[in-house]
């Protein structure tokens, strides 16, 4: 169609400036995650969705850190811990089991002569409750251990109710100590101690086989020698 038909020619619209009725957006307000104009966006404000690189993946795509305490014991590097052997919860029952035959024969002698039969009932039931529960703490202890070995330190953690951590650097071991005791060689396991200056950093790892340890005892003792000669 054209002007001679009787419509109106084509007029550009108005600035929109210059409209009363179209007003431009009004900037989003602080909290709408809004900034002054100016001033860059600040760390820690809502709006920002930014998460540092070093955060896990399943945290950088959720958008905001998520703090959990077990990242203070990962081994880091993508690295898994090394578990011991599950004979050393065995050896801890065991142990219990052949210290409760004496105490609990001397106890119940005792509660005998002073109070009669239901006393050394109960005497004997607490004995194998101990024993039982020695063996609970045993296993939570064993699965609680592990041990990685890294370019430069071995890192060992281990705790049931308090969780630590002991970083050994290779270059600050003095010697490598390797303990198996009559029961710990019946079962074919042995514990290895690693020393160094400071006692604080000294490092055990029980319950491992014995040719895992004799393994583990020489490659300590060699990365431990390559390290102080470069010191």
Do not use: C
């Not at 703090?67 to 065991?94: D, N, T, V």
């Not at 953690?157 to 100590?177: E, N």
């Not at 690693?194 to 006692?199: L, Q, V």
């Not at 000294?202 to 010191?231: C, N, Q, V, Y």
């Amino acid at each position: 169609m054209n002007a001679s038909h009787g419509e109106p020619p084509y007029e550009p619209a108005a600035n929109p400036g210059q409209q009363g009725a179209a007003h431009p957006p009004a900037p989003p307000g602080p909290g709408h995650g809004g900034q002054p104009p100016g001033q860059p966006p600040q760390p820690g404000q809502p709006g920002q969705g930014q998460v540092p690189a070093h955060y896990p993946p399943h945290q950088q795509a959720s958008g905001a850190p998520v703090y959990q305490a077990e990242q203070a014991f990962a081994p880091g590097g993508g690295l898994e811990w090394y578990p011991i052997s599950k004979r050393h919860a065995w050896h801890r029952l065991l142990s219990a089991a052949l210290w409760s035959i004496p105490v609990g024969g001397v106890g119940a002698l005792v509660v005998w002569g002073n109070g009669g039969l239901i006393p050394v009932v109960m005497w004997v039931a607490a004995v194998v409750l101990g024993v039982i529960l020695a063996w609970l703490v045993a296993e939570l202890d064993r699965r609680a251990y592990g041990y990685v070995e890294r370019a430069d330190d071995l890192i060992v953690t281990h705790g049931v109710f308090v969780k630590r951590l002991i970083v050994v650097p290779y270059g600050r071991m003095q010697f490598v100590d390797v303990t198996a005791g009559l029961l710990e060689r019946w079962m074919g396991i042995a514990t290895i101690r690693m020393h160094t200056a400071a006692a604080a950093t000294d490092a055990t790892i029980p319950g491992l086989p014995t040719a895992e340890a004799a393994l583990l005892r020489d490659r300590l003792a060699h990365k431990g020698e390559e390290r102080s000669m470069g010191l």
